[in-house]
């Protein structure tokens, strides 16, 4: 199992950041994931890698990066995404216009 940061996610797939080098991904590769959304609950699926690099960080740590699609996500997987996608903006909204 693999425990990584999620930079972007949306209903057609998500960004991963800080994956270790030493993690064999590839492009094409198909993944299943478990995605805790905090507050709204758990999304499970699969992604399929559709971009790799590398990146390095401001402290000079060297990693991966992923663009994965997500394949087949069922009906109810993309209600509880666009939730957190509707929350998250919401709160960011709010801390924009000094409501918190």
Do not use: W
């Amino acid at each position: 199992m693999l425990e990584a940061h999620i930079g972007d996610i949306s209903g057609g797939g998500l960004g991963v950041v800080s994956i270790p080098l030493d993690i064999p991904i590839e492009t094409g590769q198909q993944l299943g994931c478990r995605i805790d959304l905090p507050e709204v609950g758990v999304v499970t699926g699969t992604v399929a890698v559709r971009s790799v690099f590398e990146s390095v960080a401001r402290n000079g740590v060297r990693s991966q990066r992923a663009g994965c699609e997500f394949l087949k996500l069922p009906g109810l997987m993309l209600t509880l995404i666009q939730r957190y996608i509707i929350k998250v903006e919401r709160e960011r909204k709010a801390r924009d216009s000094g409501m918190t």
